[in-house]
């Protein structure tokens, strides 16, 4: 079991840009392929980024390519998302999301039910 605390979250212009952190706990984060999911108020749970376990492969939402960047520090057991260029419509609930079962593919990771644990989310507002 792996705990998943994001962080980052805020109130931002348009145009300005984010970073947001997601640490995990346990021994194994290596072992886990990551995502980054959003909810914005009435809407569906939507996929933003995923990362495989080395960090080598991304997939991204046609939505944020070009302004996401989603990265992974092993080391420190910790993913990052780093969003530029700032949308009003970007405007959500972040979650990060952890799952160690399936084998990395780009259709796979962008389904929420794939994944084994989720974090409490942070809230990212964007002002026109």
């Known amino acids: 079991q792996v705990q998943l605390v994001e962080s980052g979250g805020g109130l931002v212009q348009a145009g300005g840009s984010l970073r947001l952190s997601c640490a995990a706990s346990g021994r194994t984060f290596s072992s886990y392929v990551m995502g980054w999911f959003r909810q914005a108020p009435g809407k569906e749970r939507e996929f933003v980024a995923a990362?495989?376990?080395?960090?080598?492969?991304?997939t991204y939402a046609d939505s944020v390519k070009g302004r996401f960047t989603i990265s992974r520090d092993n080391a420190k057991n910790t993913v990052y998302l780093q969003m530029n260029s700032l949308k009003p419509e970007d405007t959500a609930v972040y979650y990060c999301?952890?799952?160690?079962?399936?084998?990395?593919?780009?259709?796979?990771?962008?389904?929420?039910?794939?994944?084994?644990?989720w974090g409490q989310g942070t809230q990212v507002t964007v002002s026109s």
């Open positions: 999301a952890a799952e160690n079962t399936v084998i990395y593919n780009t259709v796979a990771v962008t389904v929420p039910g794939e994944y084994d644990y």
């Open positions: 990362i495989n376990r080395s960090g080598g492969r991304r």
